[in-house]
Every structure is written in structure tokens, then in C-alpha cells.
């Protein structure tokens, strides 16, 4: 675990969806899914809490959610998504916890898309 808080994971969240909303590629996708911005800051804080800080604050189904949008999703977008992450974790967090919060995030992209059927064999 990292020396990671529950404010500075809420202002990369934070942060993170506001330059999502507006990429070119992304944006539109979160944009036409998520009703309800506020709720989604808040369960992909309690998300990061759980995965980063072992709050057990999130419960839910990150696989489910994304085989549902399977058909927008592809390894191009993931990276896209990954290089945002990396950028935003860097601009908000000592590097410890950035790399540290990076590598994770790429783990779960890499799960993510296996579930989702866009990689093969990997
Ligand atoms: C191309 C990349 C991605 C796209 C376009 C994407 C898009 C979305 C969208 C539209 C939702 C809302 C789904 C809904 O409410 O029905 C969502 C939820 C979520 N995403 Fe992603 N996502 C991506 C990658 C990731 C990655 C890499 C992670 C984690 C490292 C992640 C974590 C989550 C979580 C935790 C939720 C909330 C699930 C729930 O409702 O409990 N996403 N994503």
C-alpha cells in the first residue's frame, strides 16, 4: 500500500474526469453514458479507496459495467485512457504514489479489456 489519502484520491479523480470529459476521443462516451456526474466522482473515489487504501468503501462491478459498453471500447482508447491517468497522477501526486497508482491502473486496464474480449491470447 501507498502513503496515498482519501483527499488526494478524490482530487485525481476529480481532475482525471474533467480532462476525460473533454478529450476528443473519450469524452464523448462518458459523456453520453454518466447521468449523474457527481455520483460517478464519488463511487470512482470509494473505487480508489478500496483498490489503493483497502477501504473496502467500493462495491460494485467494473467488469459488468464495461463488457456493457464493449462495443465503444478498444485497446487504443484504454491506452489513451492510461496515458491521461499517468498525466494527471503525475501533475497531482509525489512520484511514490504516482508510480505507484499508475501500475495500478494498468493492471486493471489490462483486466478490464482481457474481460471484454479485446485482447487475444495475452
Ligand atoms: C477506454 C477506457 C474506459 C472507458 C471508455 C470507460 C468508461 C466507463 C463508463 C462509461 C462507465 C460508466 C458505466 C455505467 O455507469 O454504466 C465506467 C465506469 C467505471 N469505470 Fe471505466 N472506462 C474505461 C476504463 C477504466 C479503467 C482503466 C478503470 C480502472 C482502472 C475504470 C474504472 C471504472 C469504475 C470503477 C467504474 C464504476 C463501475 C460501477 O458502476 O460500479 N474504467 N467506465
Not at 476529480?14 to 476521443?25: G, N, S, V
Request: with cysteine.
Amino acid at each position: 500500500m501507498s502513503d496515498l489519502t482519501e483527499p488526494q484520491l478524490r482530487t485525481l479523480v476529480e481532475a482525471f474526469y474533467a480532462t476525460i470529459r473533454q478529450d476528443a476521443a473519450l469524452g464523448p462516451i462518458f459523456n453520453d453514458i454518466i447521468e449523474d456526474w457527481p455520483e460517478h466522482l464519488d463511487k470512482l473515489t470509494a473505487f480508489w479507496s478500496g483498490v489503493m487504501l483497502g477501504s473496502g468503501r467500493y462495491s460494485g462491478n467494473p467488469m459488468a459495467k464495461h463488457v456493457a459498453i464493449r462495443a465503444r471500447l478498444s485497446p487504443a482508447l484504454f491506452s489513451r485512457w492510461l496515458s491521461l491517468w499517468g498525466e494527471t497522477a503525475a501533475r497531482l501526486l509525489p512520484p511514490e504514489p504516482a508510480a505507484a497508482i499508475k501500475a495500478t491502473a494498468q493492471r486493471i486496464a489490462h483486466n478490464l479489456q482481457r474481460g471484454c474480449g479485446l485482447l487475444e491470447n495475452i
